[in-house]
Structure formats: C-alpha cells, structure tokens
C-alpha cells in the first residue's frame, strides 16, 4: 500500500480531471471510454489498480469492483458485494489504448475474505496466488476533500469511468460518508473514487434509488477505512508480511 505523501515523480502537479463537467471522461457502448490524451497515462495506472469482482452464491452469481492496495494481493471493495459469496474470484482490467476500451482479463484470481466491518459496508480480499507484477493503488488523504471538488470512479458497469463532483458530506449509520454527483449502477459497488492526481479517497458504495433526484453515488471516505479497517492487526500483518 502507498499513500498521499509519496510521488512517482512522474506525474506530480499533473491534474487527473482536466474538467469534470464536461464529460471528457465518458462510457460509451459499454466499454468504450472516451479521454483527454494528455491524461491517458494516469487513467490507465487508476484502471490497472481496478478488479473486477467475481462472486458465486448458493444460487445466483454476480459482480462488483474492487481496488489492489497491497503487493501481497489485498483488495478493498463493499462488503454487500461478497455477502452472502460462496466464492469470490477477481479479474484485472486494464485500458486500451488502441481502442479506448476497457478490457477484462480471461484469468481469475481465487481469494478469500480476510476482514469485514458490516458497519461501514467495507470487505478486504485477499489473492490467494498475487501476480508478481500485480499494480497498487496510492491511498489518498479523504480529509482534504472539499465541497465541489472534481472525482471520477472506476468500476464494472455501463459506465466504466465515471465523472462528477463531490456535492456533500454526511454521516451514514453515524459514520463519514460523501455523496458524489455521478451515475453508478450494478456493478460499481466498491470500485475506487479518485481525486485529481490519481489517489483513492473513497470506495463506492450505493446509487441514489429515487429517480425523480439528478444521479448520485455514496461513499465511504479512505480515511475512515484506514481508521476501522486497515489498522486491524490482521491487515497489517498481511500489508506487511514478515521478512
């Protein structure tokens, strides 16, 4: 896992979102992405850190998303996507730069469910057998976000890169959450939220379901999943296995 305080070099003071409203970031024919080619390069590295969330239950199979944190093969994604799974298995994306789309690896990673905290809807994965060039997301600093600030989201619906802006902050079940002004369906559910230079600041959780009100996504902002989650022995010891 890396955070805020640490840069590649390579892309600091780089925006990730030249201007969110006008949906230079957009989902097309269900994979097709539509980019700003001066910031290609950091949409590729935040697809590349993105799963695609495979889940078999006792009678029904379905999707979610997630996002590697660890070289040791940890994901964070919601927990309703893996309630209930009898097995989970991951996939890497990946972008195309040829064809702007978004593509889904053949190969599935086993895992196992390694923490949950039911309250803040958040599950750690574990990858049974990580991939030796496996990516790794940079963990962001939530607490700077700001009313109006520009954030997009990965995830494994119709709309695969998705764009909006942070509308407000709130508490859901007496815990941190932000409501971002974006689409997100079936399929989204616990993919990571980006702010502008490409660090998670939070994991998607739900849609608004009142369709009469503009779309909407709720989240769980990074700093609280590393205050309830990634603080756990158990987590650290597998973020940081003994040498």
Known sequence: MTDD?????????????????NEEICGKNGTDVCLPKAQWPLFKKAVDVTVEIDVNGSEKHWIGAGVVISKSGLVITAWHVVRGAKKIRVRRLRLDRETSKLVVARKRHVCDLVYADHKADIAVLKLRRPPLNLPVAALGDSDDLEKDDPLYRVGCDDTPIAS???LSFGKENRLDEITVGMPSQSGSSGGPIFGIYGRVVAIALRTNADEKLPPCSYAVPINVIKRRVLRRRVIRELLEPPT
């Open 164 to 166: 909006g802006y942070l």
């Open 5 to 21: 305080r640490k840069d590649d070099g390579q892309n600091h003071g780089r925006p990730l979102i030249i201007n969110a409203a």
